[in-house]
């Protein structure tokens, strides 16, 4: 499978994944208000935080190996399938436990508790779906994850339309997962069956978790990283604060997809070619990493300048106080981008030992961060620290990755970029007394891109790097 079509289905799918849930968002925070989202949101985050321990590791592992062997072995599979069960379990109970201790209101833990199944459910899942991406075969990966949006989406809408609120509102996601679990043990089974395979016999339970291990231990501080800003928003300045913090991240989020898509699609090429040709590795890493380079400023830009307009233009006037925390947090997006793609090189060759310990540091560093600029700055503290650590993240990846796969060539990408982000900057100052936001925008990133291709920022040489090179 090439990279770029990888790419094509996983961009079409997380598009449509990520407009059901925006959508679903909208939805809440317009029908329910700040406060009454901050309880979804904070849900959301709280069990965010555990959910790759549901995974423990192992559905990237069993990706790794599937795309490393091109062979879906039954032993290897059904360990990993069993001590998956074992690990939900214990996560289940202490993820309920830490709720409890948490001293929220009924309401919100009961909301807490029955999205944890749902995500106990998701993970389950995840492990047949890990399959599809290991043999490259995005387009069963995609189409699950937008049904399991799509059916939360619609369960919702109609309870919402029912006058039903937290915690039966979370019922829709659990009744999504379980009919998702179901399709993907089904195409697993249909698809990719299992094959015995005489090197994997003798593999064990206690093995399978050591080689995860390191797996789990970035993707879980990677989940808290992101998510324990607003479980300390909600006991440091309230559930409303909350709701206007995740109001402002939504965007954020949503925007993330391109990187998402790109770093995802060539995950298992990388893990295949790192040991046959590691030139083509750093090619296409560079590639890539150049894209969601110039990509991430403009779009940063536009969105910090039309901040207040867009949150109004999503949420309504009642989340208008999140524009001030867009302005900030929107600057994540740059080095989010590029994390996205370092993260998965250095996952893919090998690494993740690396990629935990600098996770761990970050959440260290993030929560000291967060417990000083709370207390000042309310959700503007958090959307600083943020910022702040993520960039961090970057370099230190960068740092890495340079020494063991190569430089990208950053300075060259700045100096080509120089005239084209000048000529947008000055065509979105100029237009935005006398347009709409919209046209402003859409019209100075039109410019981007053409002044892009004119002073040969991109050409079609690189970019056939992607569709070129076989994963």
Known sequence: MKIIRNFSFLTLSQTGERFFNFLLVVILARYLGVEEYGIYAL???????????????????????IASSRRNESV???????????????????????AFAMQYDTKIFFTIALFAVAALIVSFSN?????????????FEGGLAVLY??????????????????????????????????????????IFPLVKSAGCLNIRKLEIFKQAAPFAVGTVMSEIYFNVDSVMLSKISGIKAVGSYNAAYRPVFVLLLLANGLSLAAYPYFAKMWNEDRSKVHSVFNMIFKLLFLASIPVSFIAAFFANDII??????????????????????IPLYLYHITGRTLEAIGEQRFVARTMVVSVISNIILNAFLIPAFGAKGAAIATFVTTSLILLTHLIFISRNVGSPK?????YRMAIPFGGFIAILVMTAGYWHWTFSAAGSFAAYLFLLYMFKCVNMDELSILARHKG
Not at 79 to 97: D, E, M, P, S, Y
């Open 43 to 65: 849900t959301v985050s709280f069990v965010g935080m555990f959910g790759n321990l549901f995974d423990g590791g192992l559905n990237f592992l069993l990706t790794r190996e």
């Open 76 to 98: 290897f599979f059904t360990q990993t399938l069993l001590l998956k069960i074992i690990i939900g379990v214990i996560v289940f109970v202490g993820l309920i436990a830490a």
């Open 127 to 139: 492990t047949f779906r890990a399959v599809f991406i290991g043999h490259e075969r995005m387009e």
């Open 149 to 190: 949006r799509f059916l939360a989406l619609t369960g919702v809408f109609f309870l919402l339309k029912a006058g039903i609120s937290f915690p039966a509102l979370i019922l829709p996601h659990a009744a999504a997962a379980l009919i998702v679990l179901s399709l993907s043990y089904y195409l697993q089974r249909k």
């Open 312 to 333: 109004v233009f999503i949420f309504g006037d009642k989340f208008y106080e999140s524009g001030g925390i867009l302005q900030i947090l929107i600057w994540t997006l």
């Open 410 to 414: 950053i300075i060259d990408t700045i």
